[in-house]
């Protein structure tokens, strides 16, 4: 991927003497090409962490067949995932360019509770169930405009003011939560259009995909475009790598961090509205370890927590590698405990890795 030049990690081989140094280097380059390749794969956190998923799939598939290797059963898996996959999604490119968004959970509850407010101020006897698309339009936009209003407070704060991003975030989480229950005096609202949970909720296309896949789906796709091959991507990369080479290359670093911080809340505001159609309510207590789990997905994905590397791919195994282990732990009637113990191995396990492949890169 081309972009502007960034300085890397500081060499160890700064220790050696010109001789050894130029030797080593000289066996690098003269390395088949074929060898390097191969390098690269295994190195590659979203190679093992695909190892992984297809490893579990294959012990609950051995396990119980006719349970878990069932159309109804992958198609659960991908509904429930949806929501968690577009919050993701936007938390990856926030941990490339070296930051960390805490909030997006109470971003997504926020603004699926101001849209069902909406939704219900417009409509007839303050309720929305009846509510025509127009409304459930407006119910979107509203949506979406709550998310990119927390992702600009958050990306100001942390580029324009220079408050670290951890401080900024957290301190969001608390005031979007907290302004999500005022809203509706700390009660759900519930009467969410009927339309909205036909179509979107509970609908499907193309002979059975649920609706709420094909949405996550898309903008997973888009947002990999985005981050792989647009100039947005190569921008986001770079400032992950190292911000103040980023800068001395052209890169305008706080305007793109601000964007970035846009970014993720505007797509924690379409979760919002997804959540809100698929359970039909806004869900305050349903959502408040969704930052966390979003968080443990991307970087199981293999995106450094320290800036400048990760991928869409690995995002999208790092948000199934958790559903698949409660999925099949249900199935198998073992505890949910063991679930939560086997996440948390994997995602040290992940950052053990990336801090392994970092210092073989400083070695190159």
Request: no cysteine; charged share 10%; net charge positive.
């Amino acid at each position: 991927m081309s972009g502007p030049a960034v300085s890397g990690p500081t060499s160890s081989a700064g220790s050696e003497d010109p001789a050894t140094e130029q030797r080593r280097r000289e066996d690098t380059a003269h390395r088949p090409a074929h060898a390097r390749g191969a390098r690269k794969i295994y190195t590659a956190n979203t190679f093992w962490i695909a190892l992984v998923l297809l490893a579990l799939i294959v012990i609950f598939g051995a396990l119980a067949p006719d349970s878990f290797l069932t159309v109804f059963n992958f198609q659960r898996l991908a509904i429930e995932t949806a929501v968690l996959l577009v919050l993701s999604v936007g938390m990856t490119f926030v941990i490339i360019t070296g930051g960390i968004d805490l909030s997006v959970g109470s971003v997504l509850i926020f603004s699926g509770m101001v849209s069902a407010k909406v939704m219900n101020s417009l409509s007839p006897n303050d309720s929305a169930i009846n509510a025509g698309w127009g409304v459930i339009t407006v119910g979107l936009l509203v949506a979406l405009a709550s998310g990119v209003l927390w992702g600009f407070v958050n990306g100001w704060l942390t580029a324009r003011a220079k408050i670290p991003p951890l401080i900024v975030t957290l301190g969001s989480l608390g005031a979007a939560l907290g302004a999500a229950s005022l809203i509706n005096d700390g009660s759900d609202i519930r009467s969410v259009p009927n339309a909205l949970k036909r179509a979107l909720g509970s609908g499907t296309s193309f002979g059975g995909i649920p609706n709420l896949v094909i949405v996550a789906a898309v903008i997973t796709i888009v947002a990999a475009w985005l981050l792989h091959t647009t100039r947005f991507g190569r921008y986001t990369f770079a400032v992950g790598s190292n911000a103040e080479a980023a800068r001395r290359a052209g890169i305008n670093v706080t305007a793109h961090l601000v964007k970035v911080y846009l970014l993720t809340g505007f797509l924690a505001g379409a979760a919002g509205f997804m959540s809100l159609a698929y359970y039909s309510t806004t869900g305050i207590a349903a959502h408040t370890t969704d930052n966390l789990n979003a968080i443990a997905a991307v970087v199981m994905g293999g995106t450094s927590l320290f800036g400048g590397i990760g991928t869409m791919l690995g995002t999208v195994i790092g948000v199934f590698i958790p559903a698949v282990l409660k999925k099949g732990f249900n199935i198998v009637d073992v505890q949910d405990y063991w679930q939560m113990i086997a996440v948390g191995a994997v995602l040290v396990a992940a950052v053990w890795f990336d801090q392994q492949r970092r210092r073989a890169r400083s070695q190159l």
